[in-house]
C-alpha cells in the first residue's frame, strides 16, 4: 500500500503533515473502539436488568469483538484500495445508527436485541485494519514501530467507555449517553473528511479483492503475525470487554468501580503499546514478543490466585496489562518490516481478525467455566498461560528471521 523509501536518485517524498494525521487516526481509533467497548462496561446492569447467566454475559459483552474482527479482513482489502481518508469516516458513520439502536434495545430489556445490536456495533471495530497501513504509509521505514504503536494507543478508546460511559449513564441517563457518543461519532467522521489527507506515497492498489487476500494468506508473515496477535491483543480484548464482570464476580465491585479499574488496566495496555513499537525498532519486534508473552504467562498464574485487595490485585492486573500491550506494539511493527507495502492493509485486516477473534472466545471460556466447571476463574487464567507459553515456543523456534528482522532499518 506504501513506498515511504525513495529509490536510489530519486527525490524523497514529502510528508509534511504526518504528525497531524497519525493524530487524526488515533483520535478516529480511540472513539470509535469507545463505540465498539459501550456494552462491556454496562455489562453488570444487563445482567441485572435481563436476569443473565454466566454464558449469557458473556455471549453479551464478545458478540461485537466478532464482527470487529472477522470485518477487519475486507476492511484491509478496502482500506489498500480507498485509502484512509475515506475509509475512517465512512466506518465512523455507519456505526452511528448501532449506538443509537443500542439504547432502544437496553431500554427495551432485550437480550435478542441487545445480541443482534451488539452484532452489526462490531463494526466500530474495523477501523483498526485501516488506521495500520494508514499510518505505516506516512512513516519512513525506521520509523513505522513508532507510527503503528502511537496509532495502536487509540486502543485507549476502551478505557475512556470504561471510565466514562457508567459515569455518563450516572450523569446524563443511558438513552443521552448513547446520543453522545453518536454525536462524537459524527463530528470526527468530519473531522477526518475535512482534514484528514492520504500519504504521498499511498497509491491504490486496484488488485481483486479475492486474490488479494489468497495473495497475502500465503505469506508466512500473515499467520506468523495472526497467532502472536491473538494472543497479545485477543488478551487485551477479553480482559478490557469481560473485567466489570469478572471484578463484579470476584471483587463484588458495583459497575463504577469496576469500570475504574478496567479503565487502569486498559491505559497500561495503552502506554506500553506504543512502547512495544518504539522498542521494537531498537531491539526487534522478536525480543519484545517474547518479553511480553512470557510476561503474560506468568502474570495470569498470579491473577488466577485472586490476589486481595487494592494494591496487590492492582498491580498484578496493571503489569499484566502491561505487558500485553508490549506484545500489541511488536506485532505490527513486524508486519510493517515484513509485509510488502502494497499488501501492508490487507496483512493488516487479516491479523487484525485473528487479535480479534483472540478477544472473542476468551470471555465464552470464562464464563463457561465459570458457571459449568467451578465457581471460579482459575481454569480460564490457566489456559490463557499455556497458551502464551505455546507462543512464546513458536516465536522463538517457528518463525524465521528474515533480512528486514535482522537490519533495522
Given at each position: 500500500?506504501?513506498?515511504s523509501?525513495?529509490?536510489?536518485g530519486?527525490v524523497?517524498?514529502?510528508?509534511?503533515?504526518?504528525?497531524k494525521?497519525?493524530?487524526l487516526?488515533?483520535?478516529?481509533?480511540?472513539i470509535?473502539?469507545?463505540?465498539?467497548?459501550?456494552?462491556?462496561?454496562?455489562?453488570?446492569?444487563y445482567t441485572?436488568?435481563?436476569s443473565?447467566?454466566?454464558?449469557?454475559?458473556a455471549?453479551?459483552?464478545?458478540?461485537?469483538?466478532?464482527?470487529?474482527?472477522?470485518?477487519?479482513?475486507?476492511?484491509?482489502?478496502m482500506?489498500d484500495?480507498?485509502?484512509g481518508?475515506?475509509?475512517?469516516?465512512?466506518?465512523?458513520?455507519?456505526t452511528?445508527?448501532?449506538?443509537?439502536?443500542?439504547?432502544v434495545a437496553?431500554?427495551?430489556?432485550?437480550?435478542?436485541?441487545?445480541?443482534?445490536?451488539?452484532?452489526?456495533?462490531?463494526?466500530?471495530?474495523?477501523t483498526f485494519?485501516?488506521?495500520?497501513?494508514?499510518?505505516?504509509?506516512?512513516?519512513?521505514?525506521?520509523?513505522?514501530?513508532?507510527?503503528?504503536?502511537?496509532?495502536g494507543?487509540?486502543?485507549?478508546?476502551?478505557?475512556?467507555s470504561?471510565?466514562?460511559t457508567p459515569?455518563?449513564?450516572?450523569?446524563?441517563?443511558?438513552?443521552?449517553?448513547?446520543?453522545?457518543?453518536?454525536?462524537?461519532?459524527?463530528a470526527?467522521?468530519?473531522?477526518?473528511w475535512?482534514?484528514?489527507?492520504?500519504?504521498?506515497?499511498?497509491?491504490?492498489?486496484?488488485d481483486?479483492?479475492?486474490?488479494?487476500?489468497?495473495?497475502a494468506?500465503?505469506l508466512?508473515?500473515?499467520?506468523?503475525?495472526?497467532?502472536?496477535?491473538?494472543?497479545?491483543?485477543?488478551?487485551?480484548v477479553a480482559?478490557s470487554?469481560?473485567?466489570p464482570?469478572?471484578?463484579?464476580?470476584?471483587?463484588?465491585?458495583?459497575?463504577?468501580?469496576?469500570?475504574t479499574?478496567?479503565a487502569?488496566?486498559?491505559?497500561?495496555?495503552?502506554?506500553a503499546?506504543?512502547?512495544?513499537?518504539?522498542?521494537?525498532?531498537?531491539?526487534?519486534?522478536?525480543?519484545?514478543?517474547?518479553?511480553s508473552?512470557?510476561?503474560?504467562?506468568?502474570?495470569?498464574i498470579?491473577?488466577?490466585?485472586?490476589?486481595?485487595?487494592?494494591?496487590?490485585?492492582?498491580?498484578?492486573?496493571?503489569v499484566?496489562?502491561?505487558?500485553?500491550?508490549?506484545?500489541?506494539?511488536?506485532?505490527?511493527?513486524?508486519?510493517?518490516?515484513?509485509?510488502?507495502?502494497?499488501?501492508v492493509?490487507?496483512?493488516t485486516?487479516l491479523?487484525?481478525a485473528?487479535?480479534?477473534?483472540g478477544?472473542?472466545?476468551?470471555?465464552?471460556?470464562?464464563?463457561a467455566?465459570?458457571e459449568?466447571?467451578?465457581p471460579?476463574?482459575?481454569?480460564g487464567?490457566?489456559?490463557?498461560?499455556?497458551?502464551?507459553?505455546?507462543?512464546?515456543a513458536?516465536?522463538?523456534l517457528?518463525?524465521?528471521?528474515?533480512?528486514?528482522?535482522?537490519?533495522?532499518?
Open positions: 500500500m506504501s513506498r523509501t525513495a529509490t536510489p530519486s524523497a517524498p514529502d510528508l509534511t503533515g504526518q504528525g494525521n497519525l493524530a487516526a488515533t483520535w478516529a481509533f480511540a470509535t473502539f469507545w463505540a465498539w467497548n459501550l456494552i462491556g462496561p454496562l455489562g453488570v446492569r441485572e436488568e435481563m443473565l447467566g454466566g454464558t449469557q454475559k455471549l453479551l459483552v464478545a458478540t461485537p469483538v466478532l464482527v470487529g474482527s472477522v470485518g477487519r479482513i475486507p476492511v484491509g482489502a482500506t484500495r480507498y485509502g481518508r475515506l475509509m475512517f469516516p465512512l466506518l465512523t458513520l455507519v452511528v445508527p448501532f449506538v443509537l439502536l443500542l439504547a437496553g431500554n427495551a430489556k432485550s437480550f435478542p436485541m441487545m445480541i443482534l445490536v451488539g452484532f452489526f456495533l462490531g463494526i466500530a471495530g474495523t485494519a485501516v488506521g495500520i497501513p494508514f499510518a505505516n504509509s506516512w512513516y519512513q521505514a525506521n520509523r513505522r514501530g513508532f507510527a503503528t504503536g502511537i496509532f494507543a487509540g486502543m485507549g478508546g476502551t478505557a475512556l470504561s471510565a466514562f459515569r455518563f449513564v450516572g450523569w446524563f441517563g443511558y438513552t443521552m449517553t448513547h446520543v453522545i457518543i453518536a454525536v462524537a461519532l459524527v470526527t467522521a468530519a473531522l477526518c475535512t482534514a484528514m489527507r492520504n500519504s504521498p506515497t499511498w497509491s491504490p492498489n486496484t481483486p479483492v479475492m486474490p488479494k487476500l489468497k495473495a494468506i500465503a508466512p508473515v500473515t499467520w506468523q503475525m495472526s497467532l502472536l496477535y491473538a494472543v497479545a491483543f485477543g488478551g487485551f480482559f470487554t469481560y473485567l464482570t469478572y471484578l463484579k464476580d470476584v471483587y463484588t465491585f458495583d459497575l463504577t468501580s469496576a469500570g479499574r478496567t487502569g488496566f486498559a491505559i497500561a495496555a495503552v502506554v503499546r506504543p512502547l512495544g513499537g518504539v522498542l521494537s525498532d531498537r531491539i526487534g519486534p522478536r525480543t519484545v514478543m517474547g518479553i508473552l512470557l510476561g503474560t504467562a506468568v502474570l495470569a498470579a491473577v488466577a490466585f485472586e490476589p486481595p485487595l487494592e494494591v496487590p490485585a492492582g498491580i498484578t492486573f496493571v499484566l496489562a502491561f505487558f500485553l500491550g508490549l506484545g500489541t506494539g511488536g506485532v505490527f511493527a513486524w508486519v510493517a518490516r515484513q509485509a510488502p507495502p502494497e499488501r492493509g490487507t496483512v485486516g491479523v487484525g485473528a487479535g480479534g477473534l478477544g472473542y472466545f476468551p470471555p465464552l471460556v470464562m464464563g467455566t465459570y459449568i466447571l467451578l471460579g476463574y482459575g481454569v487464567l490457566t489456559l490463557l498461560s499455556i497458551v502464551a507459553l505455546a507462543a512464546l513458536f516465536t522463538y517457528g518463525i524465521k528471521t528474515g533480512r528486514a528482522e535482522r537490519v533495522p532499518a
